[in-house]
């Protein structure tokens, strides 16, 4: 086995062709060295064995000993399960299976005794485990000592008898002969000064840790190497890129910008709009091209700033563009820009797949000979039809709406690439920033513009509709617009799109004397842009949607946002849901509408909402509970590999230390010639694979 990088699973005792083919396709596991990194998620002392009386919802994984005493079926359709009741003597734990209720129900027997293991989450009154790992309890068979992994496995690979013991009786046997043929992946200088285990100690302790301790020092290993191969590969891009491209130089502020700022200023900008203002000036200004991130929460005043960046770019002889992710948002620009630019003689134009033909052309020709200075459209601008005089800024909305790729063709649209400026509502928390965009410079608006009430959150119950709507027909009689959101989550998409329905004719019911209309994702874009454009004229005072308006639609008269089915939400989400009111002077409001009985983590994020307005505290609090999960536009942003043990949020602190030593070793040899570094070009290579250098864009 002396490459175990090229040994396939097949070969190993207890695998063979047909299992290793399950491995291949659910875990990604094709190579001898694939198993080695496929680590466990979690370990159980089996000296400690809890009692059900001691059970509290803020436990993790814990081991139960006891017996089944009834099975029992419950709820309907999306919410049947199967729940089985256990006691040890001190007290009652449901265990409850979504799925497989008859095999459950076949194999396992009331009255025998069972070690369960779970995490237990508290419901109502009650604790329940969600689909326990379950085996009969055997005296001997107890170990007194050992910390046991639990690796993760899929529904197909249970059926194949490749359960968590399987996985771990392959890695017993394939360990001894493996093991010597780990290459350390990491500098001796770097294991020093980290003070880390080597690789092959490492992996030997994180499948079979001898203790707690060096569990933990095992688990540190990994996890900064992870951590510091990504902020390494980060880091080499913003370097290549600051190396290789050259951006134009924009010297001047210009009479563009000063005509605006003297005559056409709508208000005082804030103090944040204005630092940020200068930060990208300062870019604009060295002759390197910009990449910059502008982060801000709906309503703080991005478009305003982006506007005033445009004006500069054009005071330097340069056109700028701005793209958005559908027509309805590039519409809005449009007309915001337009509305702000009034009276001045500049000319801004609007390209959509709905612009006709004959207007098209005559925007591709104006564009050529620079008569248009600014361009705002969708994925239209992209197309190679589209060519600028002299392209020297591209503004981006909602950035992670958009394919690499497609971000990549902007830059083809003049000799050197334009500088880019990416505006995102979503807040990206601060431990997260430096790994989704990292090869990014960020700028926050972190204040409102004057004027603005905070919205005020309300939780209210799905019984108590009597006086929720009493509340909604005073607001739509002082002639206010209100919106009520419904979930539309795909693995219920019939169900949900029911309740958009029944909630619907009974909203019409409810508000007979005003207009109702209605948009969701299913919908042909034609008809719910017509949809949209009547709730944007006032034409119709309510409208029922799904997530579908949670970016784009600004109507500064919508006051009320009702979210049916709150707790199906992630707090992100609902802060983006929420950001569509409270856009104009008057106070609004977002009532989030749940059941009674909530699980502990859904009555948190409810609670959040209610106290917090603070889209940074809200984004942290959202990924403290989901976990970063797959995030939106991270395999674009310089993420070249997928982290297996490590944690963004969690390990921040390693990654945080992980950068600061990948930027020393960027400092001190960004091209990796020295000898010790060798391992480094070895590795980044392995991990990146050849792909297209993404980090050369935003």
Partial sequence: MADISNTDIKYLPGVGPKKAEILNKEIDVFSV??????????????????????????MPYIQLKGRITAFETMGEGRNKRLVAHFTDGTGFIDLVWFQGARYIADKYKVNLTYL?????????????IAHPDIEPYIEEKVEQTNLLGYYNTTEKMKTHYLNSKAIQKIMMSALPSALPHVVETLPQSIIDTAK?????????????PLNPSILRDAQYRLKFEELFYLQLNILRYTSDRRAKLKGFVFSLVGDYFN????????????????????EIRQDMATGEQMNRLLQGDVGSGKTLVALMIMLIAMGNGFQASMMAPTEILANQHFAT???????????????????????REEIHSRLLTGDIHILIGTHALIE????FGNLGLVVIDEQHRFGVAQRAKLWTKNVNPPHMLVMTATPIPRTLAMTVYGDLDVSVIDELPPGRKPIQTIHQYDKRRGALYNSIRKQLSEGRQIYFVYPLIEESEKIDLKNLEEGYEHICEIFPEYTVCKVHGKMKPAEKDAEMARFVKNEAQIMVATTVIEVGVNVPNASVMVIESAQRFGLSQLHQLRGRVGRGADQSYCILITPYELSADSRKRINIMVESNDGFEIAEADLKLRGPGDLEGTQQSGIAFNLKIADIVRDSQIMGYARDVAKEVMDSDPAFEKPENQILKRQLRKLGGNRYNWGLIS
């Fill in 196 to 208: 880390l285990l080597p690789l092959k100690e490492a992996i030997r302790n994180i499948h079979f």
């Fill in 384 to 387: 190679d039809t589209v060519q």
């Fill in 337 to 359: 820009i337009q509305e702000f630019l009034f009276g001045l003689n500049i000319n801004v134009e609007l390209l959509t797949g709905s612009t006709k033909k004959k207007k």
């Fill in 116 to 128: 369960v293991f779970g995490k237990p989450t508290a419901f109502g009154n009650k604790f329940n």
């Fill in 33 to 58: 060295e694939d198993l080695l990194h496929y680590y466990p998620y979690k370990y159980i002392d089996k000296s400690r064995i809890y009692y059900i009386h001691e059970v509290d919802g803020n």
């Fill in 259 to 278: 005509s605006f700022y003297e005559k056409n200023l709508p208000f005082e900008l804030t103090n944040a709009q204005k630092r940020i203002i200068r």
